[in-house]
């Protein structure tokens, strides 16, 4: 920040800067801030005003837009768009190392029939469920995926 306001001082057109503080309840927010110098006939600089924007719910928005582009919405699971790019970086990784690589395929038999029999929500509730069991098996996923060796895999 200073080395903007030492720029804007010499009178150099600096674009608008970022900052994040803290407000008074300790909550983090950014703000967009930007500086114009006043100067005098001997061109000196004798006043510096600016503007502070809270663009606090502009970064939360696109953040929240980020998670969305790659997280289903409904189980917090990867979506298919981070699913493929995980699986060609796994790929392209085990070319590389000339390792042999896996892929676990999970399909919920009659989830259809759920859906048909008991709606909708059953159906939702049954995918949360489903995904949150999955992710408390953390460990057991991370150690499938990062076993280098079908031995590692299998002791696994």
């Known amino acids: 920040m200073d080395e903007y ?3 804007t001082l010499k009178g150099e057109i600096v674009p608008p800067y970022q900052v994040e ?8 927010r950014s703000l967009k801030i ?18 502070a924007h809270d663009i606090t719910p ?8 980020t998670l969305l582009s790659y997280y289903d919405d409904l189980t917090g699971l ?8 995980r699986v060609e970086q796994m790929i ?3 070319h590389r190392q000339h390792q ?12 259809k029939l759920i ?5 909708h929500a059953t159906g939702d509730s049954a995918l949360k469920e489903t995904a949150n069991r999955l992710s408390g098996s953390r460990y057991f996923c991370e150690s499938l995926f990062w076993a280098s060796q079908p031995k590692q895999a299998a002791k696994t």
């Open 5 to 7: 306001i030492q720029r």
């Open 21 to 28: 503080v803290l407000d008074s309840q300790g909550e983090k």
């Open 78 to 85: 990867a979506n298919n768009r981070l699913f493929s790019d």
């Open 100 to 111: 042999s690589l896996a892929l676990l395929f999970i399909d919920l038999d009659g989830f």
């Open 58 to 65: 502009l970064i939360q928005t696109r953040e929240q837009i």
């Open 34 to 51: 930007q500086e114009n110098p006043a100067f005098d006939n001997d061109g000196r600089c004798i006043e510096l005003s600016g503007i």
């Open 115 to 119: 859906n048909d029999r008991f709606g």
């Open 92 to 94: 392209n990784l085990s």
